[in-house]
């Protein structure tokens, strides 16, 4: 197996083999949803309080890393208020017509949830204003001084906005959004009953020390366990393991180059560039992006936060340090490789 198809196993990006995958594995209530006990407690008291003033949800952003459960939350809410979900995505809506197209298919109640919100373009955006504030449809018609605009009653949906990049929504769309909800990366033992609950569904005969292995390479991430426990359950299913042992969850996780905190061979490069090409840091993204030719985004949103998150990596104002954890781990003195 090639190093890029081992990326992809840690990526918390959504891949087309997930799709089917999630049909089965994502909690349908927010009973069944584990871990972010805040958000629950706060979603539960949202959704109460408008159901007992019947009235539709106010619309509701939800912001946090890819794979952590924005849309899983959107189909649970759709679900716990009992009304009809439509899905799109900020790419997906090129022009204004698309969106008006969604916005006139919905009813009272209904919900619209735009994943990538961040991706809208402007002319979209402005349509979702008055959308979102009055319920109205703004329609030019005509062209030049002749042209009018036409306006639209719609009815009282409820839009919930996904991104993993909030400080790339515009301050007048953000602003319109009643609730704002962030979701964190999760303890190991809410991701290791994640494994195990998985393991249910799918069948998969799976000890508690090998959920917890692999819930340690997790990156803290639904999605990411979700994938590992799939891959385990490959190599264990190919040496002709019934029920996956710690042992074998080691030796598939090694298969997969993943080490024992969850670093894959990119996170090792990156920290490894840092230490020997960069003293450590501090250094600037960009250029630490060109030093391991890896995509500057790519680095942003997959590698980065799950290295700052487990202690390998600190972001200064002067730029990205490797923190003692990083020398340790890999195996160097500080300043000196062994
Ligand atoms: N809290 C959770 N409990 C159980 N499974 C979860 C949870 N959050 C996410 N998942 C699983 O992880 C996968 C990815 O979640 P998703 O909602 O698609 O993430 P996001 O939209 O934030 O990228 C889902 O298929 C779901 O099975
Ligand atoms: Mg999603």
């Known amino acids: 197996m090639t190093q890029k198809n081992n990326n992809n196993i840690i990526s918390q990006k959504e891949l087309p083999e997930d799709k089917k995958m999630d049909l089965n594995l994502r909690p349908k209530t927010l009973q069944d949803f584990i871990g972010q006990e805040k958000l629950k407690a706060n979603l539960k008291i949202f959704i109460q309080a408008a159901k007992q003033r019947q009235q539709p949800l106010e619309h509701a952003l939800f912001?946090?890393?890819?794979?952590?459960?924005?849309?899983?939350?959107?189909?649970?809410?759709?679900?716990?208020?009992?009304?009809?979900?439509?899905?799109?995505?900020?790419?997906?809506?090129?022009?204004?017509?698309?969106?008006?197209?969604?916005?006139?298919?919905?009813?009272?109640?209904?919900?619209?949830?735009?994943?990538?919100?961040?991706?809208?373009?402007?002319?979209?955006?402005?349509?979702?204003?008055?959308?979102?504030?009055?319920?109205?449809?703004?329609?030019?018609?005509?062209?030049?001084?002749?042209?009018?605009?036409?306006?639209?009653?719609?009815?009282?949906?409820?839009?919930?906005?996904?991104?993993?990049?909030?400080?790339?929504?515009?301050?007048?769309?953000?602003?319109?959004?009643?609730?704002?909800?962030?979701?964190?990366?999760?303890?190991?033992?809410?991701?290791?009953?994640?494994?195990?609950?998985?393991?249910?569904?799918?069948?998969?005969?799976?000890?508690?020390?090998?959920?917890?292995?692999?819930?340690?390479?997790?990156?803290?991430?639904?999605?990411?366990?979700?994938?590992?426990?799939?891959?385990?359950?490959?190599?264990?299913?190919?040496?002709?393991?019934?029920?996956?042992?710690?042992?074998?969850a080691q030796q598939a996780l090694e298969m997969l180059e993943i080490d024992h905190l969850g670093l894959n061979y990119t996170d090792r490069r990156i920290l490894s560039c840092l230490i020997e090409k960069f003293s450590g840091g501090p250094v600037g993204i960009k250029t630490l992006a060109v030093a391991t030719g890896e995509d500057l985004n790519t680095i942003e949103e997959i590698y980065e936060p799950y290295l700052i998150q487990s202690g390998f990596l600190d972001r200064t104002l002067r730029g990205r340090i490797a923190t003692p954890l990083a020398y340790k781990h890999l195996g160097y003195k500080r300043g000196f490789p062994f």
């Open 63 to 248: 912001h946090g890393n890819h794979g952590l459960g924005k849309t899983t939350l959107s189909y649970i809410i759709a679900h716990e208020m009992d009304t009809e979900i439509q899905v799109t995505s900020g790419p997906a809506l090129e022009k204004v017509g698309d969106l008006a197209a969604i916005l006139t298919s919905l009813k009272d109640g209904s919900i619209l949830f735009i994943d990538e919100i961040h991706r809208l373009n402007r002319s979209i955006e402005e349509v979702l204003y008055p959308a979102m504030e009055e319920y109205a449809l703004d329609l030019i018609v005509g062209q030049g001084p002749s042209a009018k605009i036409l306006r639209l009653d719609l009815p009282q949906f409820t839009l919930i906005g996904a991104t993993t990049r909030p400080s790339l929504i515009s301050p007048p769309l953000r602003d319109r959004f009643g609730a704002v909800y962030q979701l964190n990366f999760y303890q190991t033992s809410e991701i290791k009953e994640i494994v195990l609950r998985s393991a249910d569904i799918l069948k998969i005969k799976i000890e508690e020390k090998a959920a917890q292995e692999v819930a340690q390479c997790s990156r803290f991430t639904p999605r990411v366990a979700n994938r590992l426990l799939k891959r385990v359950r490959d190599f264990a299913q190919v040496h002709d393991h019934e029920k996956i042992n710690q042992k074998i």
